[in-house]
């Protein structure tokens, strides 16, 4: 499968709410397929389709080789625990830049498989973690709305400086 040109922060769509998911098929399988190439090429663990363009609620998360590849399809949190967790986070749209956020450390996730099917899990940990960045993501919330504005300021000046903004 194809990898996907990546979209630069600050490109507008990556603030863009994305679309509910409603046509299932080859298509659809076939942008999960170009996702999880060029996530795995960009290097990074998470991606949805609106970091290629395309504004619809999918991502694909890649953690490691054991915990293999998981498609989620218009996913919602439906549930997330009280205690938190602080990691580093970035993105592929803004590589070579991370900060810390800080998020519920247990989450239930409600989504739709690659064939339409409903299912819903339990995460915590880094699953958690990346599943709330992909649905911030899905829902328009770019990670650098995550951090205090003096953090976000820096985190946009370092960016600069490694000259990789696109538009």
Same mark, same amino acid.
């Given at each position: 499968?194809?990898?996907?040109?990546?979209?630069?922060? %600050?490109?507008?769509?990556?603030?863009? =709410?994305?679309?509910? $998911?409603?046509?299932?098929?080859?298509?659809?399988?076939?942008? @999960? &397929?170009?996702?999880?190439?060029?996530?795995?090429?960009? %290097?990074?663990?998470?991606?949805?389709? =609106?970091?290629?363009? $395309?504004?619809?609620?999918?991502?694909?998360?890649?953690?490691? @080789? &054991?915990?293999?590849?998981?498609?989620?399809?218009?996913?919602?949190?439906?549930?997330?625990?009280?205690?938190?967790?602080?990691?580093?986070?970035?993105?592929?749209?803004?590589?070579?830049?991370?900060?810390?956020?800080?998020?519920?450390?247990?989450?239930?996730?409600?989504?739709?498989?690659?064939?339409?099917?409903?299912?819903?899990?339990?995460?915590?940990?880094?699953?958690?973690?990346?599943?709330?960045?992909?649905?911030?993501?899905?829902?328009?919330?770019?990670?650098?709305?995550?951090?205090?504005?003096?953090?976000?300021?820096?985190?946009?000046?370092?960016?600069?400086?490694?000259?990789?903004?696109?538009?």
């Amino acid at each position: 499968m194809p990898i996907r040109p990546i979209l630069r922060f %600050p490109d507008p769509r990556l603030s863009t =709410p994305a679309a509910t $998911v409603e046509h299932f098929g080859a298509n659809l399988a076939a942008l @999960a &397929a170009d996702l999880l190439d060029t996530m795995r090429a960009a %290097p990074g663990i998470g991606i949805t389709a =609106p970091h290629v363009g $395309v504004l619809q609620r999918l991502t694909v998360i890649e953690l490691d @080789a &054991a915990s293999g590849v998981k498609t989620y399809v218009n996913p919602q949190i439906t549930w997330s625990s009280t205690e938190t967790i602080s990691h580093a986070e970035g993105s592929v749209s803004m590589p070579g830049i991370t900060d810390d956020i800080v998020r519920p450390h247990r989450i239930r996730v409600r989504y739709q498989t690659l064939a339409g099917d409903v299912m819903e899990e339990e995460a915590d940990g880094l699953l958690s973690i990346c599943l709330q960045h992909e649905i911030d993501q899905l829902d328009g919330i770019f990670w650098l709305q995550r951090l205090s504005r003096l953090k976000r300021e820096r985190a946009i000046k370092r960016f600069a400086k490694l000259g990789k903004t696109g538009g």
